[in-house]
């Protein structure tokens, strides 16, 4: 055996273990998940197969087609949480008194499980909780507002806690972008006459546009794929104006045991991830020159 082939096997080894635990909890799980959208299957009985039934009755379901826009209206999380860690990271990557505590601070949420943050936020949204208490106190409003009862705004409250939550995150991931960034780049434009703003929109932003990829995708799916908070917060209510898709699939499959009409919705929403993440490729992916 030669060296190539050695090597070449050598690899393949150091990569099976790999590969047997994507195969066992990955790959198959999405495979027979898929074959199961097009079956009815109640976890009791075996599958039986009904094609497209399941697809068709899902988009005649009003419930999931609302939930479908809950999930797409939810996608302006991204451009927010997105413009608010840059702008996080332009900051803390100062060299400023006490930066090691704010970035700590800032990235704490990132750390706290969900269901705390979940229970804070009930608190604080509550009608005699904090926010509504100092909205009174700074006389913008007189009336308690319902952030979670009113059906018009407990999507958007939802969404601002998700936006709370990954802000830390995203911002480390943007400050490490920023600090691999060549200094020289910097003192050349300054040399040049370059302001602040000018420095920032043509060399920080062109020079983050890989991780800006990266984490406009991450960003998408997990807001596509939003649960926990609508879990622990509202429920999917009131009046189901918070379901989600995977939400909906939850519903179904846990609860109802209709597994086929779940995984149906899965399926949905696994290629509506799969176009999103496509369009994110390709109009965010730096362009060679």
Not at 115 to 121: A, E, T
Not at 228 to 251: C, D, H, N
Request: glycine share 6%; proline share 4%.
């Amino acid at each position: 055996m030669n060296a190539s082939k050695k090597n070449t096997l050598q690899a393949w080894l150091f990569l099976t273990p790999a590969l047997l635990l994507l195969m066992a909890f990955s790959f198959w799980p999405v495979g027979f998940g898929s074959y199961l959208a097009f079956t009815q299957y109640n976890l009791i009985d075996a599958p039986v197969w009904v094609g497209l039934d399941n697809f068709r009755e899902l988009f005649e379901d009003e419930l999931f087609i609302s939930a479908l826009q809950n999930s797409a209206l939810y996608l302006l999380v991204v451009p927010a949480i997105q413009v608010l860690a840059i702008l996080l990271a332009v900051l803390v990557n100062n060299q400023l008194p006490g930066i090691k505590f704010y970035r700590a601070a800032y990235y704490l949420p990132v750390v706290t499980t969900v269901s705390v943050i979940g229970v804070i936020w009930n608190f604080m949204y509550t009608d005699d909780g904090a926010l509504n208490a100092v909205l009174r106190w700074l006389h913008v409003i007189n009336e308690p507002i319902g952030w979670l009862s009113d059906d018009r705004i407990a999507l958007f409250s939802v969404m601002f806690v998700t936006i709370w939550r990954g802000l830390g995150w995203y911002m480390v991931l943007y400050l490490a972008g920023l600090q691999s960034v060549p200094q020289d780049v910097y003192e050349a434009a300054v040399l040049d006459g370059a302001n602040a703003w000018q420095r920032f929109w043509k060399i920080t932003v062109p020079l983050l546009m890989p991780t800006i990829l990266l984490c406009s995708v991450m960003s998408m799916l997990a807001a596509v794929k939003c649960f926990e908070e609508v879990q622990i917060m509202t429920k999917g209510g009131p009046m189901q104006s918070t379901y989600t898709a995977l939400f909906y699939a939850y519903e179904f499959g846990i609860k109802s045991l209709n597994f086929g009409r779940a995984l149906a919705a899965s399926l949905v929403m696994s290629v509506f991830c799969v176009a999103l993440a496509w369009l994110n490729f390709r109009y965010l992916q730096p362009r060679k020159k």
